[in-house]
């Protein structure tokens, strides 16, 4: 079936960076676009950004700007997302979504089973 | 940024009662495509978001028919007819009008 299948948690220094993959099975990862949301520890959902799996084009949020970078690896299946200059507010579960688009936008389907980063020294 | 509204954010039901979310949006969610990019997502315990409608009013594959989304610009309605035990979690609304894409903060659906 149709899945996305994330990296193991890990726990990370202030200022180090951090590289979540999202491997894709049951379907051609370029075929969808991928978006990656992020949950702090009992708070809501937050949008970072998504990456066109077809040409590799990015858009990032405008609070990750600078800081977070998108990319894929076709050969693999694999999309990745990358956190640099780690802070204790960057500790939360980051999700990778597959986007299904009707016209100009659409929905997430499916959703990765989360990954968990813990900033902390 | 569209701002998403939900109310209430938590919500008791007893099982077998219907239940009912509101979320309302800060502009319109109709594109001129004529799609109104309203969706909605449920979180169980200890799960990632999994879609349950999409566009307003329809349900995403293998979601039961007691879940229906309903409304229409900026002001939109989850219902839950005949809440079951597997009801329970956090049920958010998103829209996917305008980017960034945002959420409502949530209701927390739970059994009495």
């Known amino acids: 079936q149709v899945q996305l299948v994330q990296s193991a948690a890990e726990v990370k220094r202030p200022g180090a960076s951090v590289k979540v993959s999202c491997e894709a099975s049951g379907y051609t990862l370029t075929s969808h676009p991928i978006h990656w949301v992020r949950q702090a520890p009992g708070q809501g959902l937050e949008w970072m950004g998504w990456?066109?799996?077809?040409?590799?084009?990015?858009k990032y949020s405008e609070k990750l700007q600078g800081r977070v970078t998108f990319t894929r690896d076709t050969s693999a299946n694999t999309a990745y997302m990358e956190v640099r200059s780690l802070r204790s507010e960057d500790t939360a579960v980051y999700y990778c979504a597959r986007q299904f688009a009707r016209g100009w936008s659409g929905w997430f389907d499916p959703w990765g089973q989360g990954t968990l980063i813990t900033v902390s020294s | 940024d569209i701002v998403m509204t939900q109310s209430p954010l938590s919500l008791p039901v007893s099982p077998g009662e219907s239940a009912s979310i509101s979320c309302r949006s800060s502009r319109s969610l109709l594109h001129s495509n004529g799609n109104t990019y309203l969706d909605w997502y449920l979180q169980k315990p200890g799960q990632s978001p999994q879609l349950l409608i999409y566009?307003?009013?329809n349900r995403a594959s293998g979601v039961p028919d007691r879940f229906s989304g309903s409304g229409s610009g900026t002001d939109f309605t989850l219902k839950i007819s005949r809440v079951e035990a597997e009801d329970v979690g956090v049920y958010y609304c998103?829209?996917?009008?305008?980017?960034?894409?945002?959420f409502g903060p949530g209701t927390k659906v739970e059994i009495k």
């Open positions: 566009l307003v009013s």
């Open positions: 990456i066109n799996t077809a040409n590799g084009n990015t």
């Open positions: 998103m829209q996917a009008l305008q980017t960034p894409p945002t």
